[in-house]
């Protein structure tokens, strides 16, 4: 596997749910991101952070709020979400975040929204 | 806005034979193109990529080529086999001080035996 896991890797919401996605990668790189896959979209990226520190937000509704504790651990907490939310949520990791860094994604956790 | 299109949306090969996917870009600021490799219930992989300063480069049985005045570029996979079979993304990125990445919609290929 890449060394990038996330947690859970099913997830089954009402709108009025608050939930947490968590990835952990054991690279031990400096840099995590989210993305959202939709089925009819391609890959957005939605955060990045580098050092803890969050350097892209890329428009994301605020119903959706990154938490990075540490350069290992990553979460997204979801609040009054959308059926059009659902979708699968990758997180990547790389040795910090430059463009030209190889990104290493975990498997996704797929989200719907009921 | 920024856009990267990819053709074709699914593509059939005979194992043993060459696929070609093609991506367009409208970003002439765009200087770097990585290709990633999605199988069932994976995260994307990379593959192999190229940056603006080079034409073409090649790993084993994977090539990418990149057209700059175009803007276009393309994955060429030869001697296609069935593990070869996955959903494969085109993106080019943008150093913005920070960057942006924006992804093709994918091309589903199949290596049939």
């Known amino acids: 596997e890449t060394g990038v896991t996330q947690t859970p890797r099913h997830l089954v919401m009402g709108m009025t749910n608050k939930k947490s996605l968590k990835c952990e990668q054991h690279?031990?790189?400096?840099?995590m991101y989210w993305y959202k896959q939709s089925a009819k979209k391609p890959l957005e990226l939605m955060f990045v952070y580098n050092f803890k520190e969050q350097t892209e937000n890329n428009s994301v509704p605020s119903r959706f709020s990154p938490e990075c504790p540490n350069s290992s651990h990553l979460f997204l907490h979801l609040h009054t979400l959308q059926p059009e939310d659902s979708a699968l949520y990758l997180c990547?990791?790389?040795?910090?975040?430059?463009?030209?860094?190889?990104?290493?994604f975990g498997p996704g956790t797929r989200l719907t929204v009921l | 806005g920024e856009n990267v299109e990819q053709h074709p949306s699914t593509l059939s090969v005979q194992e043993g034979d060459s696929a070609v996917i093609k991506c367009t870009y409208s970003d002439s600021a765009s200087n770097y193109f990585p290709w990633y490799k999605q199988e069932l219930g994976k995260g994307p992989q990379l593959i192999i990529d190229?940056?603006?300063?080079?034409g073409e480069k090649k790993d084993q049985r994977i090539a990418v080529t990149l057209n700059k005045t175009a803007k276009h570029f393309s994955l060429h996979i030869t001697e296609t086999q069935p593990e070869d079979s996955a959903v494969y993304f085109c993106?080019?990125?943008?150093?913005?001080?920070?960057?942006?990445?924006?992804f093709g919609a994918g091309t589903r290929l199949f290596v049939k035996a």
């Open positions: 990547a990791s790389s040795q910090v975040a430059q463009q030209t860094d190889t990104q290493y």
């Open positions: 690279l031990g790189h400096n840099a």
């Open positions: 190229i940056r603006s300063n080079v």
């Open positions: 993106a080019a990125t943008i150093d913005t001080g920070g960057f942006k990445t924006i």
